[in-house]
């Protein structure tokens, strides 16, 4: 017999805010597939293109079974394993997915949805570092291996109510600290271990499909409305703030970003516009919920300049980063543009948001700003110091860990492809090709704006030889 519509077991439920949820994390989901996936493989060679937007197809479907056979309970189950890290389960229990979510009104399977796709996520900005030589075998074992002991660390800690940051009371809206930052650094690392591409690919790498980048960086921007708009749980107030202080810094970075290659480079880049718009809504993700919109601007003018500086001007001057070969620079824009969202979050946090968005004790959520504006200059302090203790942490765990897996893989299989199979790629890989086509990317037109970027001119002995085929 049907049970009554009146006696329902589920009437805890709140079924907005469920389907609300279940709707943000398809727009996360679709940052990935397909979203990064045609990023990756338009904005590289195209002799890459296949195994760069495979690599991202991969993690996400490796990503989704560790992640329910131990990576949720890891993350933000209540039993503790130890300070930093949960204790490793099954998430896949249909009475325990049909109870009430940890946080908000709706079941424990929309949450670990929710939480899979965040996860997924990082690992494909991690690959981002990684393109163009990484072993395909050694990246197989690297994502259940990194998702297994680094991420689950930081989710744990900061966005698992026993974790200890998050229990100390350090802010992280969306993911700045536990997605971008831990990605940066780790893809980071993870580059310094694999080692860099051909010299040819790393001289020039010009994307195969620009049109077809700018689609991929648009799902991206659009699936960031699930990404921040789902951060709060719940179909409310603070979920449409932080969906429109995400697309207001985003579109401010993007600008500013243009108009200094303008100012410096004479050209607008469309490769720097996404990298722009990138670093917006990197920048604005641990924050977005609660800062007021002028502080989003005002975001979205760091982000568009500081990781610049870093990425143009000063990668440039540090022989450290030069010999480290960051495929997508991801340690600009995810890394640096983390970071400085989590200060900046520090900083600008105010505590009517804040109060709207944390539990318990929501008094010590104060940004500095308000702390002098206030009188309350020792809480804003304390906020800053915990920002930054949080980033040192982030930074530690995943300098080591991704360190340790890197040396351990190695013992397995080679981290780097060969120099044949680099010349090679695709084709050397999977016996699979992106495109019938002759050319390798390369564009015909002279541009003095094309080095800038890593696209450079090609010399005439090329383009008479492309005008053949043409």
């Not at 990684?130 to 297994?148: E, K, Q, S």
């Not at 243009?258 to 516009?273: H, Q, T, Y």
């Not at 495929?327 to 543009?337: K, R």
Request: charged share 15%; aromatic share 12%.
């Amino acid at each position: 017999m049907a049970t009554p519509p009146n006696s329902s077991p589920d009437d805890w439920l709140n079924k907005g805010d469920n389907a609300w949820q279940l709707t943000a994390a398809t727009l996360v989901g679709l940052q990935s597939v397909p979203g990064l996936v045609i990023l990756y493989g338009s904005i590289v060679k195209k002799k890459w293109a296949v195994n760069s937007a495979f690599m991202a197809l991969y993690a996400f479907a490796a990503v989704l079974v560790c992640w329910v056979g131990w990576g949720y309970q890891m993350s933000f189950g209540l039993g503790k394993f130890l300070p930093f890290i949960g204790r490793p389960g099954f998430a896949l229990d249909q009475k325990s997915l049909l109870d009430p979510a940890f946080s908000g009104e709706f079941p424990m399977a929309t949450m670990v949805f929710f939480q899979f796709v965040f996860a997924a996520i990082t690992l494909i900005l991690v690959a981002g570092a990684l393109l163009g030589r990484m072993n395909f075998h050694a990246w197989m074992l690297f994502v259940p291996l990194w998702l297994t002991f680094s991420y689950t660390v930081g989710a744990y800690s900061i966005w698992c109510p026993d974790g200890f940051l998050s229990k100390a009371g350090v802010m992280d809206f969306c993911g700045g600290f536990v997605i971008h930052l831990s990605s940066g650094v780790a893809g980071f690392t993870a580059a310094y271990w694999v080692g860099p591409r051909a010299s040819n690919d790393r001289e020039r790498f010009p994307p195969n499909n620009v049109l077809l980048m700018l689609a991929g960086a648009g799902l991206l921007w659009m699936g960031w409305t699930g990404f921040n708009g789902g951060g709060p749980y719940a179909a409310n107030g603070v979920a449409s703030l932080a969906v429109l202080n995400t697309h207001v810094c985003a579109a401010t970075s993007l600008l500013v970003w243009l108009l200094l290659d303008v100012l410096f480079f004479s050209k607008p880049s469309v490769i720097g516009a996404v990298q722009g718009m990138i670093t917006g809504l990197v920048c604005i993700t641990p924050a977005a919920g609660i800062v007021q919109g002028w502080a989003a601007i005002i975001m979205g003018i760091l982000s568009g300049s500081i990781p610049w500086y870093t990425m143009m001007v000063l990668h440039k001057k540090l022989s450290f980063l030069k010999r480290v070969d960051d495929t997508l620079a991801v340690f600009h824009t995810h890394a640096v543009a983390g970071s400085l969202g989590g200060v900046l979050t520090g900083f600008f946090a105010d505590p009517h948001l804040t109060a709207l968005f944390y539990t318990g004790d929501v008094s010590k959520y104060v940004g500095l700003a308000y702390g002098l504006k206030d009188g309350r200059l020792r809480a804003g302090v304390r906020q800053m110091l915990l920002q930054l203790g949080g980033i040192a942490f982030i930074v530690a765990v995943n300098v080591v860990v991704t360190s340790a897996i890197c040396v351990l893989i190695s013992r397995i299989v080679p981290l780097c492809l060969s120099e044949e199979d680099m010349q090679v790629g695709d084709d050397a890989i999977h016996g699979e090709e992106a495109y019938a086509l002759w050319g390798d990317g390369e564009k015909l037109e002279k541009s003095s704006h094309d080095s800038v970027y890593g696209v450079e001119e090609l010399p005439p002995e090329e383009l008479a030889k492309a005008d053949r085929f043409a």
